[in-house]
């Protein structure tokens, strides 16, 4: 068990849907990262956030947004789903931010199917 | 540049024999972080090693061994007596030292442990 939790571990909607993945970092972590990882397909990073604000971004679709809430947890909307957004997606906490790096810790990520 | 490089897509070996994945790096900095992690079938990605640029000394866990060097840009994985347990997807990951936020994740090698 990383300390990682993502809710929801399954989800299944339609297209032109919205939906929202949630992420609980480990105790004490300030940095949540998102990745994107679809079939056969490597790690895709989305975006990361440290204590509350971004900190860099990757191939993250407009249709997408994130934020990270004072709690920290972290939350990744998906708007206007396309077929070809059905993937895992991961969140990830580190210590790294603000000159400390750590090494990542994965939630057991969100299975999106969009049909 | 940052980059990582697994030129190994998949790899299958029969069990108890060694395997070993590779893993290339480009890097500028000086000091960086090098990970591995292994994602088995159920899809959860486990950190495996962290491993800084200024600690050359190879490191052994159980049966995972890895040997880091510099002159070659490398930091390769071996794993000894292979198991059935063992087939899964190894990422190897770089994080340099000037921009902690960043972790930049090679393409994954598959791994296949036949009994």
């Known amino acids: 068990d990383s300390g990682v939790t993502q809710t929801p571990k399954h989800l299944i909607t339609a297209t032109g849907q919205r939906v929202t993945l949630r992420c609980s970092p480990r105790?004490?972590?300030?940095?949540v990262y998102w990745y994107q990882q679809s079939l056969d397909q490597g790690l895709q990073f989305l975006i990361q956030?440290?204590?509350?604000?971004?900190?860099a971004k990757g191939n993250i679709l407009e249709r997408f947004s994130a934020q990270q809430f004072p709690d920290l947890h972290s939350e990744l909307n998906l708007s206007s789903l396309e077929l070809g957004d059905s993937a895992l997606y991961f969140c990830?906490?580190?210590?790294?931010?603000?000159?400390?790096?750590?090494?990542?810790?994965f939630g057991e990520g969100s299975r999106l199917t969009v049909l | 540049a940052q980059k990582v490089t697994q030129a190994q897509t998949e790899i299958s070996v029969v069990e108890k024999e060694d395997v070993t994945l590779d893993c290339v790096y480009e890097?500028?900095?000086?000091?960086?972080?090098l990970f591995w992690y292994k994602q088995p079938p159920s899809g959860e990605l486990v950190f495996l090693i962290r491993?800084?640029?200024?600690?050359?000394q190879n490191e052994i866990s159980g049966r995972y061994s890895w040997n880091f060097q510099k002159s070659t840009s490398s930091f390769n994985f071996t794993i000894t007596a292979s198991q059935v347990v063992d087939s899964a997807v190894y990422f190897c990951?770089?994080?340099?030292?000037?921009?902690?936020?960043?972790?930049?994740f090679g393409s994954g090698t598959k791994l296949n442990v036949k009994p």
């Open positions: 105790s004490g972590d300030l940095s």
């Open positions: 990830a906490s580190s210590q790294a931010g603000a000159g400390v790096t750590g090494e990542l810790f």
């Open positions: 890097t500028r900095d000086t000091t960086y972080y």
């Open positions: 990951a770089l994080n340099p030292a000037d921009n902690f936020n960043k972790f930049y």
């Open positions: 491993r800084n640029s200024f600690d050359e």
């Open positions: 956030y440290y204590n509350g604000e971004e900190r």
